[in-house]
Every structure is written in C-alpha cells, then in structure tokens.
C-alpha cells in the first residue's frame, strides 16, 4: 500500500493511504473541491480590509473596519457609531452596539472612556 500526505493551501493536512487510484482519486478530489471554493469565493462581494483579507460582514467585522478607516481617532458615543453604520446601509439598535462596543473593549481593540456627564466615549486603543 501506498502513503501520501497532502497539504492543502489553507493548511489541512491530510494523509492518505491505499493504493495509487486511491491516493490519486482523493488528491483530485481535493483539487476539484478548491477549484469550487476558489469560483464561489470570488463570485460574492464580500468586503475587504485594509490589507485585502476578506471579512465576514458580521458587526464586530463593521466595528474593526470603522476602526482601520480612522472613525476612532476622536472619542466617539454609541449614538455616533449608530449614525456612521446607518450611513454605510449597516442597521442596528443601540442595544445590540453596545454589547458588540464593550467586547471590543475586552479585546483591548477600544478603550472606553467616561464624559463629565456620565456617557461612555470610545476611542481607538
């Protein structure tokens, strides 16, 4: 019997072993499968960070994309942040923000800071 390891461009590694159809079938089917990845992946307009990685539109994914665009550098309230996703078609209700504000903050990805009347200010790190 054969033995065959194979690593596939996001890093699974897979080991196969039977005889060299076998392998052959599962390497092609491999190949196959991310040639499939490759078309769907390509085919959605999924948006892209400042690096070109792509990123899940997902609200902690909107809160890290206003933060490399520059939105944090001066403190701003939940109200703003509300305002500025509104702005870009993202619709969320200040109860859902904050909690997804406050994780940044226990990521250390924001800092909170406390206004003379008592509101919170968020700020880049």
């Known amino acids: 019997m054969a033995k065959a390891q194979v690593t596939t461009p ?5 080991k196969v072993e039977g005889t060299p159809a076998e392998i052959l079938a599962v ?8 040639k499939e990845r490759e078309k769907e992946s390509g085919s959605r307009a ?3 960070g400042a690096k070109g990685a792509v990123r ?10 206003l933060q490399e665009d520059g939105f944090f550098k001066q403190p701003r309230g939940l109200g703003s942040i509300k305002a500025e996703l509104e702005a870009k ?3 969320y209700p ?3 923000l904050s909690g997804a504000v406050l994780s940044q903050v226990r990521k250390r990805n924001l800092r909170r800071l406390k206004n003379e009347d ?7 790190a």
Do not use: N
Not at 27 to 34: A, F, H, I, Q, Y
Not at 56 to 65: C, F, K, M, P, V
């Open 27 to 34: 390497v092609g089917d491999l190949e196959r499968k991310e």
């Open 118 to 124: 008592g509101r919170w200010s968020y700020v880049r």
């Open 10 to 14: 996001q890093g699974i590694t897979v």
């Open 46 to 48: 999924a948006p892209r």
């Open 89 to 91: 078609g993202h619709f």
């Open 56 to 65: 899940r539109l997902t609200l902690t994914g909107l809160l890290e994309s």
């Open 94 to 96: 200040i109860t859902t």
